[in-house]
C-alpha cells in the first residue's frame, strides 16, 4: 500500500508538565502503549520533570502547548498585567480571555512577550518544538494564531492543530452531554475555517481530522475502539488528558491490550507530528 493512502494516527497527550501524575501518564502511556507525542506546558507545577523524560525518550514527539488561559503565566505579573487577575493567574474563563483578546487591542503587546517567553522556556529545556496547540484550544483565536504565525518562520513552526472534531461520527461514537459538544464542534468549525486558510498561506502543517475535543476528558477504550474502526486513509490526531490520577481512565485507554491490537489489525500507522510535517498547498500533511 502506498504511504499516502495509509492511515496515519498522531496519539497526543495534552498539560504534559501540569502534573507528577500527568508526566507518569505520559511515559508510562509512550512506553507501553500507543501514544506517540505530548504537548508540554512550560508553566506547569511539573513542566522540569516533563522536559527531562522528554529529553530521555527522544521517540516521544513533544511540542508547545500554549498556555493563555486557565493557568499561570511565564513571565511575572507585573510584566503582562492585563492578562492576569489578582491571584496573579490567567484568566480562569477561556471564553472571557477571549473576548478580551479581541476587544482590547492594547493587550496584544502582553500577549505577544508571554507567547515568546514561553516558546523561550520551551527551547531552553533543551526541546525542540515539534508543533504547536493551545490550552484549551487558545491557539486558534484570530489574535493568538496571528501573533504566534508572526514569529512562526523563525521558531521554525511547522505544525500546529488545526481542531476540527467531526460532529456526526462522534454522535456515533458517544452518548450525552450533546449541548457542549453541539456548541464546541461549532465553534471550533468556524475558527479551523478561518484557520486553516492562514496556516496554508504561512506554510505550516496540520493533520486532516483531529479528534478529542468533543470528549472533553473523556477518551475511554470504548471510545477509542470505536474511533480506530472508522478512520479513513490519511493523517489524524487524536489528542487526551491522561494521568494517574482524574483522567486516569485515558491513560488506561492507551495502554489498552484491546486498543493494541485493533492497531496492528487495522494496520494503522502511528507516527508524531515530526514524521509527517511534509505541507501541501492547503496546508494538509502529505
Keep these: 500500500m502506498a504511504d499516502e493512502a495509509r492511515i496515519r494516527l498522531v496519539v497526543n497527550a495534552d498539560d504534559f508538565g501540569s502534573s507528577r501524575g500527568a508526566n507518569a501518564a ?24 516533563a522536559a527531562a523524560i522528554a529529553r530521555e525518550n527522544p521517540g516521544l514527539g513533544v511540542g508547545l502547548h500554549l498556555a493563555l488561559a486557565c493557568a499561570r503565566p511565564v513571565l511575572g505579573p507585573g510584566q503582562v498585567p492585563g492578562l492576569v487577575g ?5 484568566d480562569a ?10 476587544l482590547m487591542r492594547g493587550l496584544r503587546r502582553e500577549l505577544a512577550a508571554e507567547i515568546e517567553a514561553q516558546l523561550g522556556r520551551f527551547v531552553r529545556m533543551g526541546l525542540r518544538a515539534g508543533h504547536l496547540d493551545g490550552h484549551c484550544n487558545i491557539h486558534l483565536h484570530p489574535t493568538v494564531l496571528g501573533l ?60 486532516d481530522r483531529v479528534f478529542g475535543l468533543l470528549q472533553n476528558d473523556r477518551v475511554n477504550e470504548e471510545y477509542v475502539l470505536g474511533l480506530l474502526g472508522r478512520l479513513g486513509p490519511g493523517t489524524h490526531e487524536l489528542y487526551c488528558h491522561p494521568d494517574e490520577g482524574a483522567h486516569r481512565e485515558e491513560a488506561e485507554a492507551l495502554c ?26 492547503n496546508g494538509r500533511f502529505r
Aim: aromatic share 6%; net charge positive.
Design 26 to 49: 505520559v511515559l508510562r502511556a509512550h512506553r507501553e502503549g500507543i501514544l506517540t507525542s505530548a504537548s508540554l506546558m512550560v508553566g506547569g507545577d511539573a513542566a522540569e520533570e
Design 86 to 90: 489578582g491571584d496573579g493567574r490567567l
Design 93 to 102: 474563563s477561556p471564553a472571557r480571555a477571549g473576548l478580551r483578546f479581541f
Design 148 to 207: 504566534v504565525l508572526e514569529r512562526g518562520r523563525d521558531w521554525g513552526l511547522r505544525s500546529m492543530r488545526l481542531t476540527r472534531d467531526p460532529w456526526m461520527l462522534n454522535l456515533r461514537l458517544a452518548r450525552g452531554r450533546h449541548g457542549y459538544r453541539a456548541s464546541h464542534a461549532m465553534v471550533f468549525h468556524l475558527l479551523s475555517m478561518f484557520a486553516g486558510r492562514r496556516l496554508g498561506r504561512a506554510g505550516v502543517g496540520h493533520v
Design 256 to 281: 489498552s491490550d484491546r486498543v493494541r491490537a485493533r492497531v496492528r489489525e487495522l494496520g494503522i500507522r502511528l507516527v508524531r507530528h515530526e514524521d509527517v510535517a511534509r505541507v501541501s498547498a
